[in-house]
């Protein structure tokens, strides 16, 4: 079935420092890929997405491209700030899937960044 | 508009008990789904109805929890009885007909069964 795997953390940064979290994939169709953050005490937020081979999704400064190639989609960040503590999540859609507009979460990944 | 409201926030109940989690989506959203964070597991995905109907419940664990959306607006999970690994963070979304991208979450109710 489709899965997502994702680094483990917790990772802890410094501010300004450069951002990377890995995200690997298995579908068996064309699936739709996520990153979702949630910071202390809210809900899940999208943060960008990706819906076909080569795209690239950004928001607020991340970036993300779907690598059909390597089946990825890591997470990066030129330079962090102490308000991008939070979990992040990658996830997939696989529509051609049974669970149709389900998603496929990752363990999720924690950022903790100093200042 | 309003978010995706889940209440209680937080709930503590003894092994064997019943719980009742509750979800208001938003306004006019049709899709409305239940996922469940185990600790230190992924989100997993339990049910999505469309309207009052379930579209897919393939997520759902066990008898013991129901899930039921009367009338199409907000939407309860119960929990009948309570196991020790039922603790975990339920969160509810809600998205408009059609729109997989834009699926919004509540804040999750945390609930440990002690």
């Known amino acids: 079935g489709d899965s997502v795997t994702q680094m483990e953390g917790p990772v802890t940064l410094s501010e300004e420092a450069f951002l990377t979290i890995n995200c690997t994939y298995t579908?068996?169709?064309?699936?739709?890929l996520f990153w979702y953050v949630q910071y202390p005490g809210e809900g899940l937020q999208l943060l960008l997405k990706?819906?076909?081979?080569?795209d690239k999704g950004s928001n607020k400064g991340f970036e993300a491209t779907y690598r059909k190639e390597t089946t990825s989609f890591h997470l990066e960040k030129g330079s962090v700030q102490v308000s991008d503590s939070a979990v992040y999540f990658c996830a997939l859609s696989d529509q051609n899937s049974n669970s149709g507009y389900a998603l496929n979460f990752g363990k999720g990944t924690s950022l903790l960044v100093t200042p | 508009e309003a978010g995706v409201t889940q209440f209680p926030s937080h709930s503590v109940i003894e092994k064997g008990q019943t719980v009742t989690l509750r979800c208001d989506p938003i306004s006019g959203h049709d899709n409305l789904y239940w996922y469940r964070r185990v600790m230190g597991k992924e989100i997993k995905f339990l049910l999505h109805f469309v309207k009052e109907s379930k579209q897919d419940e393939s997520g759902m664990p066990n008898n013991r929890f129901l899930a039921e959306r009367t009338g199409g607006t907000y939407s309860t999970l119960k929990v009948q009885p309570a196991e020790l690994e039922d603790s975990g963070v339920y969160f509810c979304a809600s998205s408009r007909k059609g729109r997989i991208y834009g699926y919004t979450f509540g804040s999750g109710t945390r609930l440990t069964v002690v």
């Open positions: 990706a819906t076909k081979a080569d």
């Open positions: 579908a068996t169709g064309y699936p739709s």
